[in-house]
């Protein structure tokens, strides 16, 4: 059984820093492509970064660029999102996602690619 369990969310003050973790088991995305996705309340998910776990290529989202940062893990099978000069516009609950499907990550953000998900970790960023 595949799964993807988060952590790391909290509360911080704008400009603090989380690192967000992805562990994966069942499964060993060795060459395959994981995402960060958020979901704050009343907005529609949106795609916050990804990472081609075999050649380590990331692809962000415009609103995080040069603040946040995805790395992987292949020995530990884990994703790491390091999330820095945080704003209160990055309050959501932060998903992980993976496609095993495909060896390759498309340059885009989109939750179609994407078929196995994590439960969620909450991050809130106060003023």
């Known amino acids: 059984q595949v799964r993807l369990v988060e952590s790391g969310g909290g509360s911080v003050q704008a400009g603090g820093s989380l690192r967000l973790s992805c562990a994966a088991s069942g499964y060993t995305y060795s060459n395959d492509c994981m995402a960060w996705f958020r979901q704050a309340p009343g907005k529609e998910r949106e795609g916050v970064a990804q990472?081609?776990?075999?050649?380590?290529?990331?692809y962000y989202a415009d609103s995080v660029k040069g603040r946040f940062t995805i790395s992987r893990d292949v020995a530990k099978n884990i994703v790491y999102l390091q999330m820095n000069s945080l704003k209160p516009e990055d309050t959501a609950m932060y998903y992980c996602a993976a496609d095993r499907f495909r060896p390759y990550c498309l340059l885009r953000l989109h939750d179609s690619d994407y078929v196995d998900w994590g439960q969620g970790t909450q991050v809130t960023v106060s003023s």
């Open positions: 990472i081609d776990t075999g050649n380590g290529k990331s």
